[in-house]
């Protein structure tokens, strides 16, 4: 009988597979692609622009599968609102939103560095 405890379930995964089992904020934002593209376009976009979803997906080079696939976690986060009284329905970026506007002063800090 071996003398050696069970090992535990953390021993045998690999760092990264435990930052995606419990991703911070910041890879729940950045992890899949299509969510950056997303996001990047909701910052381009003039206030209060609204799009159907397949507009977003076109505004963000993504297909409008993953627009559908990330959409609870964009609403969730209240990234994007949804228009009332729109039909299709539409949305736009939340201007009360704080992570819009963390990321816009990451944004705005990155291009000032790159520019120095």
Do not use: C
Request: hydrophobic share 35%; aromatic share 6%.
């Amino acid at each position: 009988m071996s003398s050696q405890k069970p090992r535990d379930k953390r021993d045998t995964m690999e760092i990264s597979d435990l930052r995606d089992e419990y991703p911070s904020g910041w890879r729940v934002l950045t992890q899949h692609d299509s969510v950056g593209y997303i996001l990047d376009a909701l910052m381009d976009s003039l206030p209060g622009t609204e799009y159907t979803k397949t507009e977003l997906a076109e505004q963000a080079g993504v297909s409008r599968q993953s627009v559908h696939t990330h959409f609870d976690l964009l609403l969730a986060l209240e990234i994007l609102e949804p228009v009332e009284d729109t039909s299709p329905q539409r949305f736009r970026a939340n201007a009360e939103s704080e992570i819009l506007t963390l990321l816009h002063q990451v944004d705005g800090a990155v291009n000032k560095q790159l520019q120095q």
